[in-house]
């Protein structure tokens, strides 16, 4: 796995994710369009940490009690909680659907699972993010504290990753 660009789409993901639960800092127009365009971040992080999901599907029922695997059903509800975010986003959508033509009635329900389903993932993916903490804190210190020390050193956790 390659450790810088999983680390960039990563914070650009949550970056994004932060941006996005906040439509009134920005905006009913760039809300839509700004997570819509983001859709594309989301499944670079997916279609990144595929092998990683294989992996343990093939392991799930090996070891009974481990961190990974709390990760790893942690990553379906995530998964689930943005199918449910896009889906109602869209079904409340104000600019999108109208600019292609699309008029959806706008329902309430929709718009109490946009939010509910936002809060739950954004709270769902905090947690995703601390569980892998050692990681996110090896990957910083070497992309952007590294480089201004020298000699380099080889961080065990990220060394496993990179094959060394
Ligand atoms: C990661 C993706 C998204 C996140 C995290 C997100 C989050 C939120 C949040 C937190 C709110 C405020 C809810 C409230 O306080 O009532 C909201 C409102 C809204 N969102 Fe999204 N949203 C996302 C994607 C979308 C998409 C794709 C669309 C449509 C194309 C959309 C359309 C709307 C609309 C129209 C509102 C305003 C609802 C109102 O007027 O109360 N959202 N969104």
Redesign the pocket.
């Known amino acids: 796995m390659n450790v810088k660009l999983n680390f960039w789409v990563d914070l650009a993901t949550f970056a994004?994710?932060l941006v996005?639960?906040?439509?009134?800092a920005t905006g009913?127009t760039i809300?839509?369009?700004f997570?819509?365009a983001?859709?594309g971040t989301?499944i670079v992080h997916f279609v990144l940490h595929w092998d990683w999901f294989m992996k343990l599907t093939s392991r799930f029922f090996v070891k009974l009690f481990h961190s990974s695997r709390l990760n790893y059903l942690l990553s379906i509800l995530v998964f689930i909680g943005?199918i449910s975010?896009?889906v109602?986003?869209?079904m409340?959508?104000?600019?999108?659907?109208p600019f292609f033509g699309l008029d959806v009635p706008a329902r309430f329900a929709w718009?109490r699972i946009?939010?509910l389903a936002?809060?739950l993932?954004?709270l769902l993916t905090a947690v995703h993010v601390a569980l892998r903490w050692d990681w996110v804190v090896a990957a910083f210190t070497r992309i952007l504290i590294d480089p201004f020390r020298k000699p380099r050193k080889i961080d065990p956790v990220l060394a496993e990753e990179d094959g060394i």
């Open positions: 994004g994710f996005a639960m906040e439509p009134r009913i809300h839509e369009w997570t819509v983001a859709v989301l943005f975010i896009m109602s986003g869209l409340i959508s104000e600019r999108v659907l718009r946009h939010d936002s809060n993932t954004l």
